[in-house]
């Protein structure tokens, strides 16, 4: 048996519900423990949440101060690597500081469009590109099949091609996985601008714990797609033969010293997308 006690603000509450039962915790905190408790002489395992841990919609605040700290410093050594290898580099710590750099990145008017990503759906990007600042090719509002290889076609000679990554290794190589090869191809040659939205969970090792860290995502891209393969229904990888396998083009953009600064990387010191 399980006992949540969610503690707001008065944390005594919590005391007196374990004391009318005679309970002692072996441990208490004010974010989450998981103590072994004696009750009516069984053993209850008992966790606490305090309010912030709520309001935080149930990650305990303790352990995201540590990721954050963490993320910002994989994020701070990554980029001077990333800067070497000829991509420019802007860390966000928000949301807010993520639209304010693109902001200032990309000027009024200028014809702008996306690959898929959920980076930049979760962060607000589609909707900022929607706001009528920009002449926005939206692939998204495409009725029909036609009508978004038009606008994937029109992809090669926008100002501003933006995108998430799927992986970047620690000697700065970006990493791609597609279906189509419509946004590799975007990135890899075109548009006079890339700019790519990812977050340090997305930093790997190397290029073959990028190949594993894909497999592992790449299901629940499936899932969200809602395409007919193995995985988007066991949620696992079986490398499978399917007609709408999306693991077809796997990319690695090692460096771009002879176009430097045509791919901005925005890196996130936060957790987003997959
Ligand atoms: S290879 Fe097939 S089963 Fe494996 S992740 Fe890609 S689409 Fe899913």
């Known amino acids: 048996m399980v006992k949540y006690i969610r503690k707001s603000k008065e944390w005594g509450r919590g005391a007196a519900w374990l004391a009318r039962r005679s309970v002692t915790p072996v441990a208490a905190s004010s974010n989450l423990v998981v103590p072994a408790s004696e009750e009516s002489g069984r053993k209850v395992p008992i966790l606490f949440f305090n309010s912030r841990f709520r309001e935080t919609g149930g990650k305990c605040q303790m352990r995201e101060g540590f990721y954050t700290w963490r993320y910002k410093l994989v994020a701070e050594k990554l980029s001077k690597v990333l800067e070497k290898n000829g991509f420019e580099v802007h860390l966000a710590d928000s949301k807010e500081q993520l639209l304010e750099i693109l902001n200032s990145l990309i000027p009024e008017n200028s014809v702008v469009t996306n690959g898929g990503s959920v980076s ?155």
């Open 120 to 274: 930049l759906q979760e962060n607000g990007v589609i909707d900022f590109l929607r706001s009528g600042k920009f002449q926005f090719l939206d692939r998204l509002k495409a009725q029909t099949l036609e009508e978004r290889l038009e606008i994937e076609g029109k992809a090669f000679s926008c100002d501003y091609y933006l995108s998430g990554v799927n992986a970047i290794t620690e000697k700065g190589e970006l990493v791609f996985m597609d279906g189509n090869g419509n946004r590799v191809a975007a990135v890899v040659y075109g548009p006079k601008n890339v700019i790519l939205v990812a977050s340090v969970n997305k930093v790997v090792k190397d290029v073959e714990e990028a190949r594993e860290r894909i497999r592992q995502i790449t299901p629940m891209n499936s899932k969200r797609l809602n395409l007919k393969t193995p995985c988007a229904v066991t949620g696992y990888c079986s490398d499978c033969s399917s007609e709408e396998r999306i693991c077809n083009l796997f990319v690695v953009v090692e460096k771009s010293l002879r176009k430097k600064g045509r791919i901005k990387i925005i890196l996130l010191t936060y957790e987003s997308g997959f």
